[in-house]
């Protein structure tokens, strides 16, 4: 690490599912303070029955960001030394051989993958796609998204020039240099365990070619410098964009500020994804049975980890209340005042994209002989218990497939900033949970921008800045 004082920028662009941020950090040789410049929200574009997103505006935003960073560097007297981004995982979107966009990205959220998993069984024998990739079963992987474009509509995928992951197109599009970044690949269960690349019998299923994504890279890799169209928009110089761990959870792990190795991990958002550092995959029929994934980490690490449908639940039931309900923390609070103790389970298929989500919540308890919740506190604490009650049964399991003694939860990002959801996760597992900090994703952005710059060359090393640069609170 750095030991002058001597002060460099670096922009993060943060993409979550439903809105995004750009943010400006700055690092002293000691810690990283940050910045928001600006935050846009990018809702899923319904057209002709089926979900997109708007990619082209994504991107304006990243520019628009830019442009404002340029600013502010400017006059700080410095200049940009690096810009990074990461977003969620499994989308992709499609590029032309000239390098223009080929159509809007679609969502995950979509339903015409609903049965997809089953339906590539017959492609390949599904105990054969986990032992080749490690990752757990969800319709929406990559894998299933690709495969049923290819059964409706094929010529998006026959046309493609390139086809790349959400921050490597960003980022395409910013220095002309298509790659593909190791971690964000690792969601789409198209990556062999052993080579950590696309896997051929995969592609072969799938009617595809490897020359269709980009080169592996691994986090922490320049990928290329902005463009001149992109220098002059933004008023920025010849500014490295770095691979960092594009997909926001690895990129949140990175930015945990732990010592020592007897903890799990929560990223706590709209998805629960709850898991450890591992120093190689576990992949075995427990595994399987439990469909726990394999994910790319940083220096050679592996995120075992079980995604968990979060707070998915609170938001659905929140869009329907609209404003005549509390705000957030007011909602939060009032969980301790509710007696409903229905415990539902969050990975349950009538939860993943229900017409009405309290209906749905309501449906489960009477299908499961429980007490259904009324008030907007009853829908909070069966919702918080639940999670709490799911959460203690993957650490279970994490224990039991590792081997490993785990001692402690570490909570990230933004349900770690409710304290009736932690004080009900830490009696469920009965062990400490630490909570924060809240931007992880960011801090992990910026310390993979770091070591690409050498100026935190190990996992180490980057954990020693982010202890330095975060505070957290234990239940």
């Known amino acids: 690490m750095k030991n002058n004082k001597e002060k460099t920028f670096h922009f993060a662009v943060d993409l979550g599912a439903t809105s995004g941020r750009t943010i400006l950090a700055v690092f002293d040789g000691e810690k990283v303070a940050t910045e928001e410049l600006t935050r846009f929200s990018h809702p899923m574009l319904p057209v002709a029955g089926m979900l997109f997103w708007n990619f082209t505006e994504l991107y304006h935003q990243v520019l628009l960001g830019l442009k404002v960073a340029a600013r502010k560097v400017k006059a700080a007297g410095a200049v940009l030394s690096s810009i990074g981004i990461d977003s969620w995982g499994c989308d992709v979107a499609y590029f032309r051989a000239d390098g223009t966009l080929s159509g809007l990205p679609l969502c995950y959220r979509n339903s015409h993958t609903d049965g997809a998993v089953d339906r590539f069984a017959g492609k390949m024998p599904l105990d054969e796609v986990y032992g080749r990739t490690g990752i757990q079963f969800m319709d929406f992987n990559t894998l299933y998204q690709l495969d049923t474009v290819r059964r409706n509509n094929p010529a998006i995928l026959d046309s493609a020039d390139k086809i790349l992951f959400i921050p490597d197109a960003l980022a395409y599009m910013l220095t002309g240099n298509a790659v593909t970044e190791f971690t ?24 595809m070619d490897r020359s269709k994504f980009g080169p592996m890279v691994q986090p922490g890799t320049v990928i290329g410098t902005l463009t001149r169209p992109v220098r002059e928009f933004t008023g920025l110089g010849e500014v490295p964009v770095v691979a960092v761990a594009g997909h926001d959870t690895a990129s949140a792990v990175v930015g945990i500020p732990v010592e020592g190795d007897d903890y799990a991990y929560l990223s ?5 994804l709850l898991g450890i550092e591992a120093p190689s995959p576990i992949v075995n029929e427990k595994s399987r049975e439990y469909n726990f994934t394999n994910e790319g980490g940083v220096d050679g690490t592996t995120r075992v980890l079980k995604n968990i449908c979060g707070l998915w639940l609170l938001e659905g039931c929140r869009k329907e209340w609209g404003d005549e309900a509390p705000g957030i923390a007011d909602l939060a609070a009032s969980s301790l005042s509710s007696s409903c103790d229905s415990i539902i389970d969050p990975d349950d ?3 993943a994209h229900p017409d009405s989500m309290t209906e749905a919540i309501t449906a489960y308890c009477h299908r499961t002989g429980q007490e259904a919740p009324v008030s907007y506190a009853d829908f909070v604490r069966v919702i918080y218990r639940s999670l709490a009650a799911r959460y203690k049964t993957v650490v279970d399991r994490l224990s039991e497939l590792s081997g490993k003694q785990i001692n402690k939860l570490h909570v990230i990002g933004g349900g770690s900033k409710s304290a009736p959801l932690m004080q009900f996760t830490a009696e469920a597992l009965g062990m400490p ?3 924060g900090p809240t931007e992880s994703t960011v801090m ?8 690409a710059c050498g ?4 996992l180490a090393d980057m954990r020693k800045i982010s202890i330095a640069s975060n505070e957290t609170k234990t239940y």
């Open 268 to 272: 706590c958002g709209t998805w629960s």
């Open 455 to 458: 100026e935190a060359p190990t």
């Open 349 to 351: 298929a009538s939860f």
């Open 433 to 435: 949970v630490i909570a």
């Open 184 to 207: 964000v690949a690792s969601t789409s269960q198209m990556l062999n365990q052993g080579t950590g690349d696309f896997d051929e019998a995969l592609l072969a299923c799938l009617g």
């Open 444 to 451: 992990g952005n910026i310390l993979l921008q770091l070591k």
